[in-house]
């Protein structure tokens, strides 16, 4: 067991996020990561810390000492005892775990012994010492230094700095020089978005009445427009994010506004201030242009004292607000250096795919396969703004299928930028390019150069003949499409690989502490004890690729042969017939859900199985059973599921489901893009 823990140089570091993305960067590490905070200092019933570690990072964190009761035993001469408690709380959270990290005391000016208890525990539990310090702070380097060297007086062990809200000229190699023997594990740059709050934690803090509820929960505030001027002055600041700030008798500015919900700009909310309300007649008149998800506020205090006091909301993430803080954590990974991190740790990975682990190296392996992939969907919010992520972090090289004048539109509305390296490609520019070579594939159906052309109208089918034709590594679609109008299509044109009768599919279910692969749950109804037996196999495969250890379960009603029917007979047959194909495989069947994931019951109804009780890859054995059963796990466990990946296709095309959100559409593109480099090689 080895502990790290982070202690802030002085106040406002943002210690919880460093700390919180530090669990984040070990657990991409596949290490088996405990959290503890051992004194809390919110004013909240629930500390932050704990809270984020829980439901964010999966922790089953211990709760904190109070700082008043901290307070009480230094006061009464017993701070052995305080000691004593704190290291108690952070074995109990090392328990299991290779790694903890310790979040220490924020410096607090009311409570001056802060940094001497930080000393104490980091010398109690014989931990390293990681010091966060602002990177904003003009003698960052030399507070790093000094600190360090104090601390080391003391007997702490300083294993290494992170450096927080570093601005864009940050100088990264002067500050490894200056910090001598201090590593420097990472410097996590200042990003501006992920200060921006929901519009209901704006409600939240003024108190305001919500009139038209809107979308406040989702929407972000990342500016604060006064409207003190004329409609036409306003008119460039009416923008996504923007908070619309003005009294009710302005009646230009409510009809500015309402014009631009109207053209789907997704505005951050319009407070009405002094009490007023919009006119009715107003309010009549572009009543379907304000009912567009804009949420709309009233309060009592006059524009300038209500712009004051939103100016002074509180930095801190607000307890629900899990994609904000989800969005810091993942900032905080990536600016920590993984080599240098990793250097300092002692133990070894656990052999278990962790999900953060997974989706790490997911999209490491997308990076480096350096894919272009093809968006038929590309005038779709949710498909633009993952396109631009991607191209962003360098994910894959994305194409979006669609008019370049709908999708900048539509780009503007959601206030997003389009990075420059993100292509788009026009359908009517290239459509004609395909006719020929679509004849060619569909040839044997008698296919007509007319009908080719008609059929290309498809955004699907038009990308599918890129792919088909390797201008383009892979294709995304089902944003707004069906599974059958993505997968038609790529079985007229791409056809199977070889070896493959059937496409199926498989996801990646994230659970807490495990990467599962659950196939097929979205193509075949209802497959013969063939197919099954292939579905297994391509199932097997997919989980190597992507880092899970395949022990593969054939999931029935029944273990073994305790029970009886076609369906279990089905199972047992496309067991034998998968064994027999590969034989090395770790796979066995039928097998119960529970004999297959739970260690006891594996044990108890299928003694000498090297798959019961610890499969990592569940085959089940129609539609209605995997389908039901993905759902349900996802919904009730609130467990990430990554796809569906379709397998046995020649190249590879991925659908996504209708309701899938922009992080589903990020990973489903990383997918594709080492599908496809798996292909190539």
Known sequence: MQIFCLTPTRQNVGLTSVALGVVLALQREGLRVGFVKPLAQDDSDNERSVHFAREICRIDVPAALTLEQASERLAAGREPELLEEIVSLCLRAADGNDVLVVEGLHTDASHPFTPRINAEVVRSLQGELILVANAQESDVLEQVVQTAHRLEQVGCHIGGAILNKALPDFDQARARQALGEVPLWGVVKHDPALLAPRTLDIVRHLGAQVLVEGEMATRRVRETVVAGRSAVELLERLRACALIISSGDRNDV???????????????????????????????????????????????????????????????????????????????????????????????????????????????????????????????PRTIRAAAICTEKGIARCVLLGKRDAIEAVAKAQGVSLPAGLEIIEPDAVRENYIEPMVNLRKSKGLTPGQAREQLQDTVVLGTMMLAQDDVDGLVS??????????????????????????????????????????????????????????????????????????????????????AGADVVKVAEATAIAKEKAPELLLDGPLQYDAASVMEVGQQKAPGSKVAGQATVFVFPDLNTGNTTYKAVQRSANVVSVGPMLQGLRKPVNDLSRGALVDDIVFTIALTAIQADAMKA
């Open 254 to 380: 409510m009809l500015a506004t309402a014009l631009a919900a109207s053209k789907g700009v997704e505005l951050a909310g319009l407070v009405l201030t002094h009490s007023t309300e919009i006119d009715p007649r107003i309010l009549e008149l572009a009543a379907r242009a304000f009912d567009n998800g804009l949420p709309i506020l009233r309060v009592d205090t006059d524009t300038f004292v209500t712009a004051t006091n939103i100016s002074r909301i509180p930095a801190a993430v607000a307890e629900d607000d899990l994609d904000r803080m989800s969005a810091v954590l993942q900032a905080v990974a990536e600016g920590i250096t993984t080599e240098v991190m990793m250097a300092s740790v002692k133990v070894p990975a656990s052999t278990r795919m962790s999900p953060p682990a997974f989706r790490y190296k997911l999209i490491q392996k997308a990076r480096a396969a350096n894919k272009r992939i093809v968006l038929p969907e590309g005038d779709e």
């Open 478 to 563: 089902g944003a707004v499409h069906t599974t059958a109008n993505t997968v038609r299509p790529a079985l007229q044109l791409i056809k199977t690989a070889p070896g493959s009768s059937i496409v199926s599919s498989v996801f990646f279910m994230l659970m807490p502490d495990q990467v599962l692969v659950y196939g097929d749950c979205a193509i075949n109804p209802d497959p013969t004890a063939a197919e099954l037996a292939e579905i297994a196999l391509q199932s097997a495969h997919s989980a190597k690729a992507f880092g899970v250890e395949p022990r593969v379960a054939m999931i029935s009603y029944s273990t073994g042969t305790s029970g």
